[in-house]
């Protein structure tokens, strides 16, 4: 059966980066883009952009456009999010998602605490 | 694309039978989708292209609408349906979610 199995939770400081990875089983990877949503606790769902993975081409929405990263490793079938000089505004539970229009599956998400 | 979901929160009695509102700012066609995010979970899709069902979701959830106006139906609600709920567009680029209707226990 399909899943996206993503890493665990991260503790950071504002300043430092880190990388979430999402790896996808079940399917042919390169077959599916991947895509990225956050939601900051008690929030809504906010749409980050996606992947294309036959040619690793990122595309992302307006307000991820600065210190985030979308990238891949096919060979393993994983998608990475980093996420450069982290604020306090990215703490959120970031989920990977498979689906060019609408989510059929989803990641468990990754809880990323920003905090001094 | 702006959508707005209404009302934020509904409070219902089990068993009966509710509609959500989901409003675009402009036309998508029936590029609509419905999500169901229980706490700490994952959303799951429940509802595609505004009325399309999908395998494994219950028959008493129902979609329909088109242009700017959908509607989610659930058709005598059950005790796990109590969650948020999130429509999603994809008539164009950015995606977008709406801001999500809060269904819990009168």
């Known amino acids: 059966q399909i899943q996206l199995v993503q890493s665990g939770p991260e503790l950071k400081k504002p300043g430092e980066s880190l990388k979430i990875s999402c790896k996808a089983s079940g399917y042919t990877f390169t077959d599916y883009a991947m895509q990225w949503v956050k939601q900051a606790p008690g929030k809504g769902l906010q749409y980050m952009g996606w992947i294309n993975t036959q040619t690793g081409k990122p595309t992302y929405a307006d307000d991820f456009k600065e210190r985030f990263v979308f990238s891949l490793e096919t060979s393993a079938s994983t998608a990475y999010l980093q996420i450069n000089n982290l604020k306090n505004e990215d703490t959120a539970t970031y989920f990977c998602?498979?689906?060019?229009?609408?989510?059929?599956?989803w990641g468990q998400g990754v809880m990323v605490t920003v905090s001094s | 694309i702006m959508l707005t979901q209404s009302p934020a929160t509904l409070s219902v009695t089990p068993g009966e039978s509710i509609s959500l509102s989901c409003r675009a700012s402009?036309?998508?066609?029936?590029?609509l989708h419905w999500y169901q995010q229980k706490p700490n979970e994952s959303p799951r899709v429940l509802i595609k292209?505004?009325?399309q069902s999908i395998s494994g979701i219950p028959s008493r959830f129902s979609g329909s609408g088109s242009g700017t106006d959908f509607t989610l139906n659930i058709n005598r609600v059950e005790p796990e349906d109590f969650s948020v709920y999130y429509c999603?567009?994809?008539?164009?680029?950015?995606?977008?979610f709406g801001s999500g209707t809060k269904l819990e226990i009168k």
């Open positions: 292209y505004a009325s």
């Open positions: 402009q036309s998508i066609s029936t590029n």
């Open positions: 998602v498979m689906g060019a229009h609408y989510f059929d599956y």
């Open positions: 999603q567009q994809s008539n164009s680029w950015p995606l977008t």
